[in-house]
């Protein structure tokens, strides 16, 4: 059992499960993707309620029916981040539904192969729409999605918002200019809105980036894997030597650090990253 230091102390928030997020509401962009669906299932297992937007109802609704089959609250609405009406319907919806919005997860995003460098290739050789479309899905689907919730976060008073950036956006990855370009942009908008709202509307209402490192998914499976075996490509072998803890991530790996930022744990931690990577960060290469 836990002492309160001080038993004269009101409402000690050390007498709390610091992680515990009962009666609160999430939204999770892009939560039928593969690193979006294992934070729904996180944020319900610790008590939120949750929408889950993402593009395709087939995919996600089964992740809403499965989480509720489990005795969570978690419902799907057909959203694209890039469709900013769409985007306040779903608001409107989630609303009358939920009553309130305290957590913003922005999971939609992803890298394209159009907007990769082959190794043939030269910058010359850029698809430019390819380029723009990936810094619009990153960039603008985690933006357009924080200018809707988070009007309704200020009207409420207090708010959550949690950016997915990438280790692209500390060193750019080669061969992956525009994902690597968008992922640094979020990390520095996540930085300016958190000076922004910190200012504006205080202390309540906070946004962090979680950054992950490399986790085998559909975004990154082309770079990483060869089609015919699954295989890893000389590229994915050099991601795991240069991941120290010598393995690439599972999407539960992700679950305790976006708990953390999700929750009262880190009620005085705004315009960070937190990387969660097994060190690939960390190391210099030699
Ligand atoms: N997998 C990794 O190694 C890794 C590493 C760092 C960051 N990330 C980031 O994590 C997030 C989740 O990616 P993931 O790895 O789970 O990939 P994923 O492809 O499984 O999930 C991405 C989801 O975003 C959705 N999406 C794409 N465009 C959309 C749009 N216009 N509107 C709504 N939804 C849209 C996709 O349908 C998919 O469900 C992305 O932002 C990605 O860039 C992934």
Not at 5 to 27: E, P, S, W
Not at 107 to 112: E, I, L, T
Not at 223 to 245: A, H, M, V, W
Request: net charge neutral.
């Amino acid at each position: 059992m836990r002492v309160p230091y001080d038993l004269k102390r009101k409402n000690d928030y050390r007498m709390k499960d610091l992680f515990d997020l009962t009666g609160k509401v999430a939204v999770v962009t892009g939560g039928n993707g593969i690193l979006g669906r294992s934070f729904c299932a996180a944020l319900c297992d610790k008590g939120a309620k949750v929408a889950i937007l993402g593009r395709k109802k087939e995919s996600g609704e089964p992740i809403a029916a499965g989480i509720r089959a489990n005795g969570g609250d978690a419902t799907f609405f057909v959203t694209d981040v890039l469709n900013m009406e769409q985007l306040k319907q779903v608001k409107a919806e989630v609303l009358a539904k939920y009553g309130h919005i305290d957590i913003l997860v922005n999971a939609a995003g992803g890298n394209m192969p159009g907007a990769c460098i082959q190794p043939d290739q030269s910058l010359f050789d850029v698809d430019m729409n390819a380029m723009k479309s990936v810094i619009e899905l990153n960039y603008f689907g985690t933006l357009y999605p924080i200018y809707v919730f988070a009007e309704e976060m200020v009207k409420q008073g207090h708010g959550n918002i949690i950016n997915i950036c990438s280790a692209s956006a500390e060193h750019p990855l080669t061969r992956v200019m525009g994902y690597s370009s968008a992922k640094a942009a979020i990390k520095n908008l996540t930085e300016y809105l958190a000076v922004e709202f910190g200012q504006k509307y205080g202390k309540d209402l906070r946004v962090n980036a979680l950054e992950p490192g490399f986790f085998l998914t559909d975004q990154n499976r082309f770079l990483l894997t060869n089609k015919e075996d699954g295989s890893l490509t000389p590229r994915g072998k050099l991601i795991i030597q240069g991941t120290p803890q010598g393995r690439m991530g599972e999407p539960d790996d992700l679950q305790g650090a976006l708990i953390y930022l999700a929750s009262d744990a880190s009620r005085f931690v705004t315009g960070t990253t937190t990387i969660v990577d097994g060190g690939f960060n960390a190391f210099s290469g030699v």
